[in-house]
């Protein structure tokens, strides 16, 4: 246990009132370990936020108990309630009958961490100050200053060279590389006060540091552009024509010097990763190098040039499960750290059910490269084998997780509703994230659900997206469903921005959503008519046949035959699109991955291959590039993800929510769920955290489902990580350096089609 942790639970354990009032304006009592140490103790964590909200809970759930009223609930009886005031502003807010029953607490950086500069430490994350607080023992600074602050800070917390320790290229590189392939996210403040540091220092006036420091797809674009031109200039390897592009220095998308030490050990072992995990792209010879490279390219180049695909998508594999294989989280680690694997795992299980690749271009690498058929084919004959070898790993390393996961699960996920939103955490946590970018810049925001698409699915579908449109890139990350992994749970809290306690019997459904986010922005000052919702069918697009005098801007839009054979195919209806580009906030329900999973006959592959199908024929690109365009910054999420399940036989009580989503059965009290439990014992009955009183889930565990025994399904309700981590991506749309020429040459005309 923490230090500094400690002392705020040992304060608790002295504490005998029912009812505690704790001002937490900088997030300790809601970091992830520090709330699950407190429910133990024994109290229930309520963060205020909204009066109106906390008279709900309170009036629903405590008074009673408080009073001494008798009640059928034995377990309100014994029930401490710990409420958390993120503002302290707001302190005439809370109920009067709460406050006069309450002892106060009051916990923030300048009692936890009074050495050091409150304005720096406290832009930190909540799953930051365990590293703080270890850095702070081990060095035990004297009082600190703000610079000095950002120094440690910068040093300790997220284990950056200071900058007067970089003196070279390598330097630079290697602590840029790190900083980005770990994707942290560095406070502004801090940020800003490391760049000013470096340019003070004056060595490296060529790069354009704000940039790459800065923008994580800027930073990889750089040494996308630099590895094609490292090939041609020190290893004599022709590119390709398209990669050629960019080769010519005053064409170079991102500014800054030409020759990176790609060479030099230090980066070396770094780049291997950067394209193993998909964060940059192996570049293809040109057609006339083949056939005069075999040894010529040396071994640690390889991972970066795309010879040949079957053995380079093989490598990968091997080297994921290794890197997968090291960095599985413990049972209590960070959630952070279960975020960080997510991206790893989806990588590595993507590329193997979407092996042997799809063929490229130049069908004679094999024989080319080799020398030799015979040779090659005996090659080629050992795939099968080391894929069969690297799948018995999968498969194993598969088991370790679910059980790992499942345990961090049912042990953590209940603090994470109350962590603070300033980075997403959670889906419902979407709302407030986007509500402060608006706040500080007024921009027009668009938020895309992909109802139903897991982390996995996400990579099929920016794969294709980039294969259409070279100029779109994305800001990735990812964050937690709600548990059970259910539309109607999950779905609904995003566009409400609160807990699924709150909706009660509407949580059955999800009908409410125009009104729950409409509810949410004009909460947040925004005039209603600058609010729009938008569903969009699930088999096909508007088309202009629709019919558009008979809807209005919000009106759910139902699927149509009408756009069968339609000639504007792909096409959106601009008529009723241009309707609300007058919104500053717009919220968009797409249907299709979710009615894909639910008639899925093949299986994870099968689903893979149906979403390549779809996003190839443009219509979610010809919607992305059209927000873009019309100044809308695009957010795209999930509600929930889904796996490959195992039927284990169908329940004779409760009900399942919904078709195909058979992870979870729903039970409306205690009684039932412990039926429920005689019948599947191996099952999880679910704590219903953060859920209405009435909703008791049990849950299906492993990968099984309760459907007909033996029958395979892609499915979702239960808390696999797949299900459970979904991703959050902002897209942008930008000229290449190449487009910038063609675009001035032909005025603008350039292409949007796959």
């Not at 970066?304 to 413990?330: Q, V, W």
């Not at 059910?353 to 080629?380: C, H, M, T, W």
């Not at 084998?385 to 961090?408: C, G, P, Y």
Request: hydrophobic share 40%; glycine share 6%.
């Amino acid at each position: 246990m923490k230090g500094w942790r400690q002392r705020i639970l040992d304060e608790l354990n002295m504490f005998s009132e029912r009812i505690a009032v704790a001002f937490d304006p900088d997030g300790f009592l809601r970091e992830e370990k520090t709330a699950s140490e407190i429910k133990k103790i024994g109290f229930d964590i309520v963060v205020f936020e909204d009066s109106i909200e906390f008279r709900y809970v309170y009036e629903s759930r405590y008074r009673d108990a408080f009073e001494g009223v008798q009640t059928h609930d034995l377990t309100a009886q014994a029930r401490r309630l710990f409420v958390v005031v993120p503002n302290p502003d707001v302190r005439t807010s809370i109920p009067f009958d709460v406050l006069s029953k309450a002892r106060e607490f009051h916990y923030g950086f300048a009692d936890i961490f009074p050495q050091l500069s409150y304005s720096v430490v406290s832009q930190l994350e909540p799953d930051q100050f365990d590293i703080l607080w270890d850095a702070v023992i081990r060095e035990n600074p004297d009082i600190l200053g703000e610079n000095l602050t950002k120094e440690f800070v910068m040093k300790h917390v997220f284990q950056m060279k200071l900058p007067g320790s970089l003196t070279s290229d390598e330097d630079l590189l290697v602590t840029l590389m790190d900083r980005h392939y770990k994707n942290l996210l560095i406070p502004e403040v801090l940020e800003t006060w490391y760049i000013d540091a470096l340019r003070r220092e004056g060595l490296f006036s060529d790069w354009p540091i704000e940039i790459v420091m800065s923008n994580r797809r800027s930073f990889l674009d750089f040494l996308q552009e630099r590895w094609a031109l490292f090939l041609e200039r020190n290893m004599g390897i022709q590119v390709a024509e398209c990669y050629r592009v960019g080769t010519e220095e005053t064409l170079l998308k991102i500014p800054g010097p030409i020759d990176i030490p790609f060479d030099s050990e230090d980066i070396r072992v770094r780049l291997d990763n950067f394209f193993l995990e998909g964060l940059l792209e192996p570049v293809p010879p040109d057609p006339s190098y083949y056939g005069k490279a075999g040894s010529i390219v040396e071994p640690w180049v390889r991972t970066g040039i795309r010879l040949d695909t079957e053995e380079m998508a093989i490598y990968e594999i091997e080297r994921l499960l290794e890197i997968c294989g090291d960095m599985l989280p413990e049972e209590d680690s960070s959630y952070d750290s279960w975020r960080a694997f997510s991206s790893r795992w989806t990588h590595l299980k993507v590329s193997i059910l979407s092996f042997p690749p799809e063929p490229r271009e130049q069908s004679n690498v094999r024989a080319s490269f080799s020398g030799s058929i015979d040779a090659d084919s005996q090659k080629y004959g050992d795939y099968q084998q080391r894929m069969d070898v690297a799948t018995s790993h999968f498969e194993k390393l598969q088991t370790k997780l679910d059980s790992r996961f499942q345990v961090w699960m049912c042990n953590s996920f209940s603090s994470l509703h109350n962590l603070p939103a300033v980075q997403p955490v959670m889906v419902h946590h979407i709302p407030r994230y986007l509500a402060r970018i608006l706040r500080k810049s007024n921009d027009k925001l668009a938020l895309i659900v992909l109802d139903g698409m897991a982390c996995d699915q996400w990579l099929v579908i920016k794969d294709e997206l980039s294969k259409c449109k070279s100029n779109i890139t994305f800001r990735e990350s990812s964050v937690f469903a709600w548990v059970p992994t259910l539309t109607p749970v999950s779905r609904s809290t995003i566009f409400a921005g609160k807990l699924p306690m709150y909706f009660g019997d509407r949580l059955k459904s999800t009908t409410q959503e125009k009104r729950f986010w409409t509810q949410f922005w004009v909460n947040e000052g925004l005039d209603k008519n600058l609010i729009s919702y938008l569903f969009l069918p699930a088999d096909r697009w508007i088309s202009d046949d629709l019919g558009k005098a008979d809807l209005t801007l919000d009106d759910e839009i139902k699927e149509t035959t009408d756009f069968a054979g339609n000639s504007s195919k792909g096409l959106w209806d601009k008529a009723l699109l241009d309707q609300i580009l007058s919104s500053n906030v717009l919220g968009i329900v797409v249907g299709k991955i979710d009615r894909i999973g639910h008639g899925i006959q093949l299986g994870t592959k099968g689903f893979y291959n149906q979403i390549r199908q779809w996003v190839s024929q443009g219509y979610l690109l010809n919607l992305l590039e059209y927000l873009s365009s019309n100044g809308y910054r695009v957010f795209i999420t999930s509600d929930h993800g889904n796996i490959e399940a195992q039927g284990m036989g169908r329940p004779k009580q409760g009900s399942i929510p919904e078709t195909k989503g058979e992870r979870a059965i729903i039970y409306s009290n205690k009684t039932l769920l412990e039926l429920g439990l005689r019948e599947f014992p191996n099952a999880i009955p679910w704590e219903p955290v953060g859920l209405p009183d009435d909703y008791f889930p049990l849950l299906a565990p492993g990968r099984s489902a309760f459907s007909n025994v033996g029958e395979t399904s892609v499915c979702h309700g239960g808390i696999c990580i797949e299900e459970v981590i979904v991703p959050f991506v902002e897209v942008e749309f930008h000229l290449t350096s190449y487009e910038k020429v063609t675009h001035n040459e032909q005025e603008g005309n350039v292409s949007n089609s796959c």
